[in-house]
């Protein structure tokens, strides 16, 4: 009789941590201001939109994303535009134009940092209005220090590993 107890005991503590293991691999923490004010997220597979928190896969061309899972906020994406004038980002409709933020031309260490620029010219100085092309993001921090879309240029779709839902 205490052989099924035992049994049954350890069938429910089996159960309950596959289930809260399949639980966490949906809960997502981040460690960094880039999310603020949001730390926790729940993982989703729904369609990425513009305003969207998500997961996406740094750029294999960048040292310093490359192997690495990144948190970003989706600023502009297909139909709208992006708008460069200088160090500023501006996501446009065909009536306006809202300020995204403003690229750096060094870190705060020093580094010397080269703007995305999808214009012809001066990656400081260029200005132009470009259509963001369908199955492309271009994404952001809150942070005026963040490294995104401001150097690594739009992501595409397939770079987009999980849509985030902010919890707290």
Do not use: Q
């Given at each position: ?46 369609h990425a939109e513009v305003g969207d928190y ?77 259509k963001i092309p369908e199955g492309y993001y ?31």
């Amino acid at each position: 009789m205490v052989w099924k107890k035992v049994f049954i005991l350890a069938v429910f503590l089996c159960v309950s941590l596959w289930t809260a293991k399949r639980l966490l691999s949906y809960v997502v923490f981040v460690n960094d201001e880039s999310t603020e004010p949001f730390k926790w997220f729940l993982k989703t597979e729904k369609h990425a939109e513009v305003g969207d928190y998500v997961l996406v896969k740094g750029k294999e061309s960048d040292s310093h994303t490359r192997g690495k899972l990144l948190t970003k906020k989706i600023l502009c994406a297909y139909p709208y535009s992006l708008k460069k004038k200088g160090l500023s980002y501006y996501c446009c409709s065909e009536k306006t134009c809202r300020f995204l933020h403003k690229a750096l031309k060094k870190t705060p260490r020093g580094t010397v940092l080269v703007p995305f620029n999808p214009c012809k010219g001066n990656s400081y100085t260029s200005e132009c209005v470009v259509k963001i092309p369908e199955g492309y993001y271009y994404v952001g921090t809150s942070s005026p220090i963040g490294y995104d879309s401001r150097y690594l240029g739009y992501f595409e779709k397939k770079e987009i590993k999980a849509v985030l839902i902010p919890l707290f």
